[in-house]
């Protein structure tokens, strides 16, 4: 038999063979989970930001604080407070280089985008990573208006999506030029200025239709930081931004490189640092702060005439920063205050401080100072209206009251002295026992009635001065004094108009009473005008112009002062430190006598030398501009007297 064939094995079906995924394809395919998973989260917070977004069709008008215009004497603004808005403006109405200089260094391709630069914002990512720091935002003319228009100023993710999904919907919704225009008039650029045409009116005192290419320049600088920026506040830096303004100007074409340099040529490069330059700062926060109750109850806007003279605060500001950058290191005082009164009481200046920028705190009104012997008149004047005569003598030598020992100002004891002599070499001994002569407590009440409201200690370190007043109450006691013992308050206020016209305050010019006797006033002011011919203020003579002053001292040098004044004003200047720490050796006589002469001569400077109350019973007071003569010759022409003086003050 032939051998049986043998079947051949069945062949297994093949199975494909599966080819290993390599690493880029996982990788690729992770990408593509992430991103879609990206995508969607990111179209989850867009629309969770999109619930509470405001109502397009309501355009939110933020709540306006009234705005105060501040004017000196002659009508000229130096201070705003509130919001200001000016006239609306379009595109016609203001210079072509104004919107060109906002774009130049805000929004370069405001007309190229559709509301978000995208390139505009990874530009500004580069070259905040570069820096390490933020230097550049990506925002658009149209996110800035969208925010100012709906959104809070908070920093948020949130916001910040909200803005770019507000500024897509301005786009579709308006024109490129109609953005523009809301822009101008709704954008803040400081000092309460809403809008372009307030800014110009508020930086420059004129239409934004009158703008020239640099004062446009200084305005679009004010967008990045309108408080550092400001041409009121620092004039230099606010320059220097308008430089960079301008030249990338140039760089987009809006100006030729020969425009720039015109614009800046023939301006003088601001010097003056913050706060100098009679700005009158403090004087204005002192008037806004007695407003406050009138604004608390209305909306209307105000102008507020004031009392301030412009030249004499430019004079104040100066001579104060002067003398301190000369002679405060070396003497270690660091802040000083100045406030000077016409007769009336009308403040003409007002310094409270070295620089304003530095430190708002108002050492004039707000300072709670110990006076020394700027305080003494008070103690001598009760006495005199008691029947102390500037010829008596006391004997100058060591007293001790109860634990108390004043010594005198360089521990010499000059035995018998006439009041006179006492007053105007400052000898604290002598005071002292006028004090206990007059009463500590008539003392105090002649003080109040002179316009101290501060309250004194009663004891006998008050006769030293060791009591605190503000430079304010010290000049009101002061003006009384030149005024012949009536009760002169200071003001500054003259006239409160609404924008409109109406009268909404204004000053009374009612007579100020007798709160002291004039006779013994007269006796004073004779002693006092002997301080400054041969006493401790001989550094405040004036040359044969009429003075009469007193300097201070407290302990230690922690305070120094010299008040005074003439016909025409009443001046006090303090010294010292706010740590109140000692200066070196810095008395009344000193730097405060020095700055006083300094400031009363420039602007007593062409005035009469007309002479002081002295209760002489001759010829008392000369108003040469007047042609008025009071005569205080008999108590019996006192009704007369009064009447010639008020109506020479009127005139």
Excluded at 316 to 328: C, F, N, W
Aim: glycine share 8%; with cysteine; net charge negative.
């Amino acid at each position: 038999m032939p051998p049986k064939k043998r079947s051949a094995p069945a062949r297994k079906s093949a199975k494909p063979v599966k080819k290993k995924r390599g690493f880029k394809g996982i990788l690729l395919q992770a990408f593509l989970v992430v991103s879609i998973w990206v995508v969607v989260a990111i179209a989850l917070y867009v629309a969770y930001c999109a619930i509470d977004l405001p109502d397009i069709h309501q355009v939110t008008q933020p709540p306006r604080r009234p705005s105060v215009e501040l004017q000196a004497q002659d009508g000229t603004v130096f201070a705003r407070y509130g919001d200001m808005v000016g006239d609306h403006v379009t595109l016609a109405d203001v210079p072509p280089y104004l919107p060109q200089a906002i774009m130049a260094i805000e929004d370069r391709r405001f007309y190229h985008h559709f509301g978000v630069d995208v390139l505009g914002v990874m530009r500004a990512m580069v070259r905040n990573v570069i820096a390490g720091h933020t230097v550049q935002g990506g925002s658009t003319l149209t996110q800035q208006l969208a925010k100012n228009l709906f959104l809070s100023p908070e920093r948020t993710m949130k916001r910040k999506v909200q803005e770019m999904m507000l500024a897509l919907w301005l786009e579709h919704t308006y024109s490129k030029d109609q953005i523009m225009i809301a822009y101008l008039n709704r954008v803040y650029l400081g000092s309460g200025a809403y809008g372009v045409d307030a800014a110009a009116h508020t930086y420059f005192n004129k239409s934004a239709h009158d703008l020239n290419i640099r004062e446009s320049a200084q305005i679009a600088g004010l967008l990045r930081a309108p408080s550092r920026y400001s041409p009121l506040h620092d004039p230099a830096a606010s320059m220097e931004r308008a430089r960079v303004v301008m030249q990338a100007m140039v760089e987009e074409g809006y100006i030729t490189d020969r425009q720039r340099v015109a614009a800046i040529s023939g301006v003088p490069v601001p010097t003056h640092k913050p706060g100098s330059g009679g700005d009158g700062h403090y004087f204005a926060d002192w008037v806004y702060d007695q407003l406050a109750p009138m604004i608390a109850d209305t909306q209307q806007d105000m102008v507020v005439k004031t009392t301030l003279d412009l030249s004499q605060e430019r004079v104040a500001e100066r001579d104060l920063s002067d003398i301190l950058d000369k002679q405060g290191a070396a003497k270690n005082v660091t802040q000083a205050a100045l406030i000077s009164l016409a007769p009336d009481g009308a403040v003409r200046a007002l310094t409270g401080g070295r620089d304003y920028h530095e430190s708002q705190f108002n050492r004039a009104t707000q300072a709670m100072r110990q006076p020394g012997s700027s305080f003494k008149p008070i103690v001598y004047l009760t006495a005199i209206a008691q029947g102390l005569s500037p010829d008596d003598v006391i004997v100058d030598e060591p007293i001790t009251i109860g634990s108390y020992s004043p010594e005198n100002y360089e521990g010499r004891y000059e035995g018998p002295v006439t009041v006179r002599q006492a007053l105007a070499q400052s000898i604290n001994t002598v005071a002292v026992r006028v004090l206990q002569k007059a009463g500590i407590g008539n003392v105090i009440q002649t003080a109040q009635d002179l316009g101290v409201t501060s309250p004194l200690e009663h004891d006998a370190a008050l006769a030293l001065g060791a009591s605190e007043v503000t430079p304010l109450e010290l000049a009101t006691v002061y003006a009384s004094l030149a005024a012949g013992g009536k009760g002169i308050t200071p003001y500054a206020i003259k006239e409160v108009d609404s924008r409109d016209g109406q009268v909404l305050f204004r000053h009374s010019d009612v007579s100020p009473p007798q709160v002291v006797d004039a006779g013994a006033v007269g006796t004073l002011t004779g002693m006092m005008e002997e301080v400054i011919r041969s006493g401790t203020g001989k550094a405040a003579s004036l040359g044969g112009r009429p003075v009469a002053g007193k300097t201070g001292t407290t302990s230690d040098f922690h305070d120094a002062w010299f008040a005074g004044f003439t016909a025409d004003y009443t001046t006090v200047v303090w010294m010292g430190n706010d740590d109140n720490s000692s200066m070196k050796h810095v008395a009344g006589g000193s730097l405060p006598a020095q700055l006083w002469h300094n400031y009363m001569s420039e602007v007593e400077h062409g005035l009469p030398e007309t002479a002081l109350h002295t209760g002489g019973g001759v010829l008392d007071h000369v108003i040469d501009d007047a042609g008025a003569v009071t005569n205080d010759v008999s108590k019996a022409f006192g009704d007369f007297i009064d009447s010639v003086v008020e109506g020479s003050e009127k005139k």
